[in-house]
């Protein structure tokens, strides 16, 4: 790792039925800016809550033109069901699609899934768990089916564990941070008001700090964290836990 911070931007829950006119507005920012993305799709999006307009006939030629532009595919989840109350590693949420899941059901989503982005000319390279829900039947089950690297976790570098790469992802709107690699995960159907314009500001004045999936996994140490780093990182599971129970206690239809 390079000293001072570095950042990732990830855009999540691309699907055909995602808001298109919301997707284009934070795409357009990170093409001014050159960045490339970490773009998480749902390969076979059967979640309601993502059913936001009628699918966009042109959706998949316009993930193939950004892939071919420099940004990295991640498969997110399989079809963004959150249905089972299954014990997940990070524990954010009380569902989820995978945690709990039976291990051959896991690896039987996690292959289709890579089927139909592999048919769509996509070549994911690594997998982001719908509302950070998995446990080590999923992780398993990606190194079994050769997508070894996951975007999650609260550590401040990328680390090795369960046989996975993760990737740390800390935070959902931009925030300057003085050491570590952090990224910042951006849902464009529901992003505040003024996201759009704090991210630009965050990518023009972080310009040389914004770096890419493929520059971290280069650059990635390949080890476990030491016993300061997993102490700092469960803290800041913690304190997620905590902020993520006192939304659903706030806004129950959050999850």
């Given at each position: 790792m390079k000293p001072g911070p570095q950042y990732l931007i990830r855009l999540d829950d691309l699907c055909p039925t995602m808001l298109q006119d919301r997707r284009e507005r934070f795409l357009s920012i990170l093409v001014r800016h050159r960045v490339s993305p970490i773009l998480a799709i749902v390969p076979d999006n059967q979640d309601p809550d993502l059913i936001r307009q009628a699918p966009d006939p042109r959706f998949w030629e316009r993930m193939r033109s950004l892939q071919a532009s420099g940004a990295t595919i991640a498969m997110h989840g399989y079809r963004h069901l959150c249905a089972s109350r299954g014990a997940s590693i990070l524990g954010l949420h009380d569902e989820s699609e995978f945690a709990g899941v039976d291990p051959s059901l896991q690896q039987q989503w996690i292959r289709s899934g890579l089927a139909i982005l592999r048919g769509q000319a996509l070549r994911p390279q690594l997998f982001v768990a719908p509302r950070h829900g998995f446990d080590r039947n999923t992780l398993r089950a990606l190194a079994e089916e050769g997508l070894g690297v996951l975007s999650d976790g609260f550590a401040?570098?990328?680390?090795?564990?369960?046989?996975?790469?993760?990737?740390?992802?800390?935070?959902?709107?931009?925030?300057?941070?003085?050491?570590?690699?952090?990224?910042?995960?951006?849902?464009?159907?529901?992003?505040?008001?003024?996201?759009?314009?704090?991210?630009?500001?965050?990518?023009?004045?972080?310009?040389?700090?914004?770096?890419?999936?493929?520059?971290?996994?280069?650059?990635?140490?390949?080890?476990?964290?030491?016993?300061?780093e997993q102490l700092t990182a469960n803290l800041a599971n913690l304190r997620a836990r905590i902020s993520s129970a006192r939304s659903r206690i706030s806004y129950p239809s959050i999850a």
């Amino acid at each position: 790792m390079k000293p001072g911070p570095q950042y990732l931007i990830r855009l999540d829950d691309l699907c055909p039925t995602m808001l298109q006119d919301r997707r284009e507005r934070f795409l357009s920012i990170l093409v001014r800016h050159r960045v490339s993305p970490i773009l998480a799709i749902v390969p076979d999006n059967q979640d309601p809550d993502l059913i936001r307009q009628a699918p966009d006939p042109r959706f998949w030629e316009r993930m193939r033109s950004l892939q071919a532009s420099g940004a990295t595919i991640a498969m997110h989840g399989y079809r963004h069901l959150c249905a089972s109350r299954g014990a997940s590693i990070l524990g954010l949420h009380d569902e989820s699609e995978f945690a709990g899941v039976d291990p051959s059901l896991q690896q039987q989503w996690i292959r289709s899934g890579l089927a139909i982005l592999r048919g769509q000319a996509l070549r994911p390279q690594l997998f982001v768990a719908p509302r950070h829900g998995f446990d080590r039947n999923t992780l398993r089950a990606l190194a079994e089916e050769g997508l070894g690297v996951l975007s999650d976790g609260f550590a401040s570098r990328p680390f090795s564990q369960h046989g996975i790469l993760w990737i740390p992802q800390q935070l959902w709107e931009p925030v300057a941070k003085e050491i570590g690699l952090w990224t910042i995960c951006i849902h464009t159907n529901t992003a505040p008001d003024g996201l759009e314009k704090r991210l630009e500001n965050f990518v023009s004045q972080q310009a040389a700090k914004v770096t890419t999936f493929n520059r971290v996994i280069a650059e990635a140490p390949d080890s476990p964290l030491n016993w300061r780093e997993q102490l700092t990182a469960n803290l800041a599971n913690l304190r997620a836990r905590i902020s993520s129970a006192r939304s659903r206690i706030s806004y129950p239809s959050i999850a």
